[in-house]
């Protein structure tokens, strides 16, 4: 059974830093790539930072510099560490595991900006 467990959500005030972790089982962790979209109430889910299995990342334009994605292979852990936070960047955020057609997502978590 596969399962992507996020975890380090919570509240910040703007300006603060946060780090996500999805622990990853049930898959051939190393063979994915592994992204972080998230999703706010009445906005589409986008994606925020994808890694892939080589290591290469990619960022949404408005968290660049900002946010860094890493993975550890060993762990099965994927993490989104978030810097200079701000209230736009309010949402729910979900791992995503992608291997060829496979497609697989975590349940998300909460992160809320806001003084």
């Known amino acids: 059974q596969v399962q992507l467990a996020e975890s380090g959500g919570g509240l910040v005030q703007p300006g603060g830093s946060l780090r996500l972790s999805c622990a990853a089982s049930g898959i051939t962790f190393r063979v994915y790539a592994m992204g972080w979209y998230r999703q706010a109430p009445g906005k589409q889910r986008e994606l925020v930072a994808q890694?892939?299995?080589?290591?290469?990342?990619n960022y949404e334009d408005s968290v660049k510099g900002r946010f860094t994605i890493s993975r550890d292979n060993a762990k099965n852990t994927v993490y989104l560490q978030m810097n200079s936070l701000k209230p736009e960047d309010t949402a729910v955020y979900l791992c995503?595991?992608?291997?060829?057609?496979?497609?697989?997502w975590g349940q998300g978590t909460q992160v809320t900006v806001s003084s």
């Open positions: 890694i892939t299995a080589g290591g290469s990342t």
């Open positions: 995503n595991a992608v291997y060829t057609t496979l497609r697989y």
